[in-house]
C-alpha cells in the first residue's frame, strides 16, 4: 500500500534515494559526485518533478482537504522520492490578522473625548496665531520699505536715440534707389537700436519758389506716394518711428522763403501737418526756425495740431543758434518740443567748460526735456576732433535726454574727405568699393562693413552704449549729479530710486590723469562706494567687468569710463 501522507511541516526535504535504487525510464541517471560533482538544485528539482509526474496514477500524490500534503510516492520500482507542496501559510495568516479599523460610532466616541477637544482647540487657536503673525509681519515690512518712486511718463522719443537721413540718395550710396531702396537698410538701423528716424526733407520743392513747393507731394525722383507708405509700414515692423522733415525750402536760400510769403507758407503747413499725420508718421522736424517771422506763435500752432492728433506724435525744431537765452524762449513757448542747436558746439573740448555748459543747460530747462547734438543738421567730424569721437558718443548717450545724431556718426564719417564727397551731404561709406574711382583712399577700418566686424571700432562702441541706455533706468530718466574732479575731467552720477547707479567719467585731455572724483554733494541714497565694476571703456584693453578703487581711478587720454554699482538701502 501506498504511505499515508504525513502533515506538511512548511519545510521542503531533499529527496532521498537507496544506494541500490535505479533511475525509472526516460529519466537520465545522476553520475557520481566524483565524475561530474554537485548538481544544481534547480536541474534536482526538474528531475524530480518529471519523475512523480510519470508515476501511474495510482501512484500519484493525494490531495488533502486543505490543498496542502505531504505524499510519499512509494512503489517497486520508484524508492524513496518524496514530493512536497508547501501551504501559503504566510499569505492565510497576514489575511487572518488584517486590520479593520475603527468603526463609525468608535471613532464618533474617541473624538469627543475630553483629551482630543482639548487638542483641537489648542491647534486651532496656534493656526490662528501663527496666521495672525505672518499678517502682522508683512504689514510691517510693507510699511517700513522705502517706497518705489513714481515712473515718469515715457514716450517713444525718450526711450532711445534718434537717426537722421537728411540726403536718401548719399545714405544708400552706389545703389540708391529712393523711398524703395532705403527699407532694404531698417535691418542696419535695427543694430544700432534707434528708437526714431527723422527722415528728409523728401517734399517738391523749387528753390526760393513758394508757388512750386508742394508740401504733400513726395519728390519723384524719390519715389511715390505709395513707396512712402510701404516705407512707412516696413519701419513699424522695426519698431522705428519715422518723423518727417517739413522744412519748405529746404533747396532756397532762405529755408522759410521770403518774409511777406509767411501766410501763404502757415496754409501750406497746417495742411501738410494733417496730410502726413493721417498718412501715419510720428512726428515731424523743422529746421532754422530762428528765421521764421513769429518762431513762438508757430510752433506753438504746429505743436498743437501734432498733439491733438495724438500725445505720441513729436514735434522737432532746430536753430543754428547756441544763444542759451533764445533757446530756452523757445522751449517756454510749447510742451514737449524737443529742440536741437549748436549750444554744445562751442565748448572748446575743454572738461570743465563741458560741465558748465550742461549743467547750465539742465537747471535752465528744469522738468523739460532735452535733447543732445552740437548741430541742427550736421555730422560730429564737422565739429569735434578724431580723438574726441568716442568721448562724445558716451557723453550724448548718458546724458538726461534724447541723442540725436546724424547718420554716419556712428563710424565717424567725415565731410568732404574724399574726391568727389559733397560737403553738406557725404556718402555714406558702406564698404571700401563705395566708390570706384578711389582704390586705396577708403580702408576697411572706415567702413560699416570693415568696423562691424572689429568690437573695438566707433560702430560696436556706438551699438553698446545705444544698448546700455535704452534697458537702464537710471540712464533712461534717472537723476543727475556732476561731480567735481580733476581739472581736464567731466564726471556725473545717473541713479533712479532703488536700480543700478552709473558713474561716468570723462577725460577731454592730451594727457593721462587721476580721477580725484569728490563727492559732497550727492545725496545718500547716490552717494559713492569704495568700489565700482567697469561696464564699458571709450579705450581697448580695460578689462570689462573688473571693480575699480575709485579713490585710485586713473584715466587715459581722451578715455570715457562707464562704471556701475548697486543700489544699497
Known sequence: MDPKPEPSTGVMSVPRQSPSAHPGPGVQSLSAAGDSGTMSQDTEVDMKEVELNELEPEKQPMNAASGA??????????????KIKVAEDEAEAEAAAK?????????????????????????????????????????????????????????????????????????QGRDA???AGLKGHLDYLSTLKVKGLVL?????????????????????????????????????KKSIQVVLDLTPNYRGQNSWFHPTQ?????????????????????????????????????????????????????LIAGTDSSNLQQILSLLESTKDLLLTSSYLSNTGFIGEHTKLLVTQYLNATDSHWCSWSLS?????TSFVPTRLLRLYQMLFFTLPGTPVFSYGDEIGLEAASLPGQPEEAPIMLWDEFIFSNTSGLISANMTVKGQNEDPGSLLSLFRRLSEQRGKERSLLHGDFHALSSTPGLFSYVRHWDQNERFLVVLNFGDKGLSAGLRA???????????????????QPGREEGSSLELEHLSLEPHEGLLLRFPYVA
Open 69 to 82: 500534503a505531504l505524499v510519499v510516492a512509494a512503489g517497486a520500482e520508484k524508492n524513496g522520492l518524496v
Open 99 to 171: 486590520f479593520t479599523g475603527l468603526s463609525k460610532e468608535e471613532l464618533l466616541k474617541v473624538a469627543g473625548s475630553p483629551g482630543w477637544v482639548r487638542t483641537r482647540w489648542a491647534l486651532l487657536l496656534l493656526f490662528w496665531l501663527g496666521w495672525l503673525g505672518m499678517l502682522a509681519g508683512a504689514v510691517v515690512i510693507i510699511v517700513r520699505a522705502p517706497r518705489c518712486r513714481e515712473l515718469p511718463v515715457q514716450r517713444w522719443w525718450h526711450k532711445g536715440a534718434l537717426y537722421r537721413i537728411g540726403d536718401l540718395q548719399a545714405f
Open 177 to 179: 534707389r529712393g523711398l
Open 200 to 236: 528728409g526733407p523728401i517734399h517738391q520743392n523749387q528753390k526760393d519758389d513758394v508757388a512750386r513747393t508742394n508740401l504733400v507731394q513726395i519728390d519723384p525722383t524719390l519715389g511715390s506716394k505709395e513707396d512712402f507708405d510701404s516705407f512707412l509700414q516696413s519701419a513699424k
Open 262 to 314: 509767411v501766410d501763404t507758407v502757415a496754409t501750406k503747413m497746417k495742411d501738410a501737418l494733417s496730410f502726413w499725420l493721417q498718412a501715419g508718421v510720428d512726428g515731424f522736424q523743422v529746421r532754422d526756425v530762428e528765421n521764421l517771422t513769429d518762431t513762438v506763435s508757430f510752433l506753438a500752432e504746429w505743436q498743437n495740431i501734432t498733439k491733438s492728433f495724438s500725445e505720441d506724435k513729436l
Open 376 to 380: 541742427q543738421a550736421g555730422l560730429l
Open 520 to 538: 559732497s554733494n550727492l545725496p545718500a541714497s547716490a552717494s559713492l562706494p569704495a568700489r565700482a565694476d567697469l561696464l564699458l571703456s571709450t
